[in-house]
């Protein structure tokens, strides 16, 4: 009688181990149930968006270089300056081309004098061609009244004639040299300009972002002193993973985060789809143009880019971590009845936000396993709970 | 008179053999009538202990003749094959401590010898408590062992010698722990109960007090035993 | 008949269960260390029942990805594909890093896959898996990582958008899935100074930085930084299709290694973990040899400390099978005890582990049965003491 304490504590102690054994082995043993975390098939309206990485480059970037190989005299300009179109950006050493211009331009006003002198020539033939003529006609005439002997007319007609001859001949020797004083004057012309290109011009209004020789250099032909862009001109060479770039069109929206400015999205549009693709990172090429400048200008850093393809309504959506593959099929896991089954469903694209398309296989509101903390099997037990660690 | 408890005739016990035998008991008799108590005294080394031995059926006598209840246990040879089961229904044990097992109550103890002879144990139990009653113990019937005094503890002990009825109850100093009123009163209990259950119960002691309350005394010197008679006092 | 066992056992039930407590933490260690082993082969195999893939291609004779460095180049899997039987690929990058999180560094396995192809997580426990071509991570609930934190790897910042739960390489260490890119990137993406240095080097070679070449350089560069290499490719066969065929075909035509899964498990466990393994398998056998023997001391000293009473036991008549059964039952009983407090144990505290701890409930029935019959062994110690006791002994003295 006196033992029924203790006895009772004994019941009560084994029940009690019982019960917490029994529990632990349920809830974390090996007898425990796969723990899940349920989901639900939603229709609504879907804003697919493609994702891209890419790198800020000018639209197109002019290289300033001189035409000729030579030495780089001097660079006016430096990096980071704004040049206006015609400005003179670098000077290539002339060398010996200032005297060979001094000589061009004396061999032109030489011939200019020569020109001048045929000039005197013709109008010196053309006086006496004149007064041969009408001593000529003079005797013609005389001739006529038998003033004179034909003999004396003879004389006269040659005399005429040779003034005539002579005045073709310096007519000619003055032709020449206006000729001759035409080709001096395009040489130098010619070596001026050359000269001229010594001075290196900016094609356009923009900005030099690099200065790549400097005076003393010896550049070949096409090198270049400076490059520059414009900036208004600017876009991302943005990479896109070609399973995904299918639905892409030149004019959709996008947007564009720098890395620099990781909490900024930057409006911007699809410029350009390159037709040639990388077949090595299976990636497309497509340009995307800033809709305004970005606020600062560093070529070549990194960008985010999402473009937005035409929205879709009444789509079926999935958790995409509710996709699972058994075997070769995808498919869904659902619980039924407290045990996992798999059900192989049509799927399309996933979207950025961790939802995929269903295309069928599923109706709106049905539940589906998103999460479970451990590899589903056919048929195995499962329970619902939370999950993850929050 | 009719057939005694015990009958020994010329038991010897050898322990070894060769030149360095030693002869414990020499040629023992008794004979020892139900219903009454004996004492057996003799100082120690007399062979006291072996003789005892032999009759709990401990140990094999190495000749004679063992008469128990008109079974022959012992003639020059063990009789029966299941001296444990002959232990348990024909012999009652009392020690000077009482030896009762600690982990059972009192009636356990007690009617756990009927229960190893197969007896039922609302039945074992029965006769347990008859026997406590007996002893004027009944009222601590379920109290642990360690709980009871060392009266109420040998009181115990004796209910489970005598529970299965058997026809000799070997007491081995039962008094060595007790008071002079206290032994006065086992000695009593015994008497009593050897009449009562009509057995024949040996008393092995050096206690002078309850000497004299013994009718009939053996005394045994040198592995030998000499019938006396006792004073006889009365109780 | 009155059960001896149970009356001696509720006489001192304190010390008893005591006792089997005792064990029972000697049994929860012995069964814990049998789930570090499992733990460690599960370990081992986890990635590969998590990836699902049939066949592993790698580089010609090598071990794979794991035990060995292996390389391919990434189109490899895009020739795989078209062979027969092939129903899935997926190219894979494995690497080994250190993270840091929450100030504390922490190794873990970078695994590069590409989304929607195989070798990616296979259940989330959180989030969402990786959607996005490039600075997106899943990892593992072990690296501490949360849905929604920032990991940096060399010099990019990864969100994490998914949760995975036991998925560690072979090793034990946590999981961190990338984008296969943002993987080959960090794999052979050099620091910012080598690169510099790197590109300083070439611009001073001569033959690569010919005057006369300006275009030449950026060219060698990039080729240099550039890396379109995978540490294996992935392979899942179509249904009823036999991945060893294929993997046969694989081997003798694409002048590649294809190793089954079986094949990859073999390897991870024989060549990665063996040493471990076996010095665990050691430790727990030697353990167990020591529990077993505790249990025979125990049972022997419980035993000795009732000499008395089962020689008086004797003495009336108790049959040698009766005080056999009282003590094997009081040595079972410990066993019995010591099992359950020892598989609580080790329930409770194997969750804490830094690695994997894995209690299989066939290791607990195995254990079951080794503690009972160690039990019942260690008594028979103690029952042929307890025979051995002399009746005579209760008499006298």
């Not at chain 1, 009772?8 to 043993?29: E, K, Q």
């Not at chain 1, 001097?74 to 290539?92: F, I, N, S, T």
């Not at chain 2, 009958?7 to 010897?12: K, Q, V």
Request: hydrophobic content about 45%; proline content about 5%.
């Amino acid at each position: 009688m006196k033992s029924w304490p203790k006895l009772l504590g004994l019941a009560l102690g084994t029940a009690l181990f019982a019960a917490s054994f029994a529990w632990l082995l349920l809830r974390h043993g090996p007898l425990a149930p796969v723990g899940v975390q349920l989901g639900t098939i939603v229709r609504t309206d879907l804003q697919p968006s493609v994702f891209g990485i890419g790198t800020v480059e000018a639209r197109s970037t002019y290289a300033v270089g001189p035409v000729a190989p030579g030495r780089v005299l001097k660079v006016l300009v430096d990096h980071g300056e704004e040049v206006q179109a015609g400005q003179v950006v670098a000077e290539m050493d002339p060398i010996d081309l200032d005297r060979r211009v001094q000589a061009a331009r004396s061999a032109s006003l030489r011939s200019q004098q020569a020109l001048k002198a045929a000039e005197a020539q013709v109008v010196e033939a053309e006086s006496r061609a004149k007064l041969a003529g009408s001593n000529r006609d003079r005797d013609l005439g005389l001739l006529a009244q038998q003033a004179i002997s034909r003999h004396v007319l003879d004389n006269s007609t040659s005399d005429a004639e040779r003034a005539e001859a002579a005045l073709e001949v310096a007519r000619a020797t003055a032709a020449a040299a206006q000729q001759d004083l035409e080709r001096l004057k395009a040489e130098y012309q010619g070596i001026v300009s050359v000269r001229s290109s010594m001075k290196l011009r900016s094609p356009v209004r923009g900005i030099i972002v690099s200065r790549e020789a400097e005076p003393g250099t010896t550049l070949v032909a096409g090198q270049a002193v400076v490059r520059l862009i414009n900036p208004a001109q600017l876009w991302v060479r943005t990479r896109i993973d070609q399973a995904r770039a299918g639905g892409i069109q030149v004019g959709q929206f996008a947007g564009i985060v720098l890395r620099s400015v990781p909490g900024e999205t930057m409006p911007g549009r699809v410029a350009r789809i390159e037709l040639q693709s990388d077949s090595v990172t299976e990636e497309r090429i497509v340009q995307v143009s800033f809709d305004l400048p970005p606020p600062h200008l560093a070529l070549g850093e990194l960008a985010e880019v999402t473009i937005l393809l035409p929205s879709k309504s009444g789509v079926l959506l999935v958790p995409s971590a509710a996709v699972a593959h058994e075997g070769a099929e995808a498919g869904i896991w659902r619980m039924v009845e407290g045990h996992a089954h798999f059900l192989p469903v049509a799927l399309g694209n996933q979207d950025y936000a961790g939802v995929t398309e269903v295309l069928a296989g599923l109706q709106e509101g049905e539940r589906v396993i998103v999460h479970s903390s451990a590899q589903l099997e056919p048929g195995a037990r499962v329970r619902e709970q939370a999950l993850g660690t929050r | 008179m009719s057939e005694p408890a015990i009958l020994i005739e010329n038991l010897t016990k050898r322990y070894g053999s060769g030149p360095t035998a030693v002869d414990a008991l020499k040629g023992v008799d008794m004979r020892i009538e139900r219903g009454e108590v004996v004492g057996l005294i003799g100082p120690s080394g007399s062979g006291k202990t072996t003789l005892l031995k032999c009759l709990g059926a401990v140990i094999e006598p190495t000749s004679g003749r063992f008469t128990l209840a008109g079974e022959v246990i012992y003639d020059n040879a063990w009789k029966r094959k299941d001296l444990r089961a002959l232990r348990r229904d024909r012999i009652g044990f009392v020690f000077q401590a009482p030896y009762l097992i600690p982990f059972l109550d009192a009636t356990d103890n007690v009617a756990l010898l009927p229960m190893l002879a197969g007896v039922a144990n609302p039945v074992a139990r029965a006769m347990a408590l008859e026997l406590l009653t007996a002893l004027d113990v009944q009222h601590r019937a379920r109290a642990r062992i360690p709980e009871l005094s060392g009266g109420e503890q040998q009181r115990v002990a004796i209910a489970r010698a005598l529970v299965n009825r058997p026809p000799i109850v070997l007491a081995d100093e039962p008094t060595a722990p007790l008071d002079s009123e206290r032994a006065l009163s086992v000695v009593k209990i015994l008497d009593r109960l050897a009449r009562e259950y009509q057995t024949a119960i040996i008393v092995v002691t050096h206690d002078e007090k309850i000497i004299p309350t013994f009718k009939r005394i053996y005394y045994i010197r040198d592995g030998k035993t000499y019938e006396e008679r006792g004073e006889g006092r009365a109780l | 008949m009155i059960n001896l066992a149970r009356r001696d056992i509720a006489n001192h039930l304190g010390r008893y269960i005591l006792t089997g407590f005792g064990l029972g933490l000697l049994i929860g260690v012995t069964l814990t260390m049998a789930g570090v082993y499992r733990g460690m082969v599960d370990d081992a195999k986890v990635l590969l029942g998590a990836v699902g893939a049939d066949i592993w291609v790698v580089q010609q004779h090598t071990l794979g990805p794991f035990a060995e460095p292996s390389s391919l180049q990434d189109d490899v899997a895009r020739s795989l594909e078209g062979l027969p039987g092939v129903a899935r690929t997926g190219n894979v990058a494995y690497l080994t890093m250190q993270v840091t999180h929450a100030g504390k560094d922490q190794r873990v396995m970078i695994a590069g896959y590409t989304p929607g192809r195989l070798g990616g997580p296979a259940f989330l426990i959180d989030g969402r898996p990786i959607s996005r071509a490039h600075y997106e991570a899943v990892a593992d609930v072990r690296t501490g990582f949360e849905v929604g934190d920032r990991l940096r790897l060399r010099r990019t910042d990864y969100t994490v958008v998914g949760l995975t739960k036991r998925m560690v390489s072979s090793g034990g260490d946590p999981m961190v899935f990338l984008s296969l890119k943002d993987a080959q990137e960090t794999q052979f993406r050099k620091d910012n100074e080598a690169i510099i240095n790197d590109r300083e080097r070439l611009a001073a070679n001569p033959s690569v930085n010919k005057p006369g070449q300006p275009g030449l350089l950026p060219v060698v560069e990039e080729l240099q930084t550039e890396s379109h290499r995978v540490n294996a490719v992935l392979v899942r066969v179509e249904t009823g299709q036999d991945p060893r065929r294929i993997a046969d075909t694989i081997k003798r035509w694409k002048h590649l290694t294809a190793y089954t899964n079986k094949e990859m498990e073999d390897i991870l466990i024989a060549k990665l973990i063996a040493t471990a393994a076996r010095q665990i398998a050691l430790f727990l056998i030697i353990l167990a040899v020591v529990s077993a023997a505790i249990v025979a001391f125990i049972i022997y000293t419980m035993t000795l400390g009732k000499l008395k009473e089962l020689a008086v036991l004797k003495l009336i008549g108790t049959r040698d099978r009766t005080i056999a059964a009282m003590i094997l039952q009081e040595a079972l009983g410990l066993g019995f005890i010591g099992f359950f407090v020892g598989k609580f144990a080790a329930t409770l505290w194997a969750p804490v582990f830094p690695k994997h701890v894995l209690l299989l409930t066939d290791d607990a029935l195995r254990a079951f049965g080794i503690t009972l019959a160690i039990c019942a062994l260690a008594s028979v110690l103690a029952i042929r003491a307890a025979l051995r006791i002399d009746p005579a002994e209760a008499i006298g003295g």
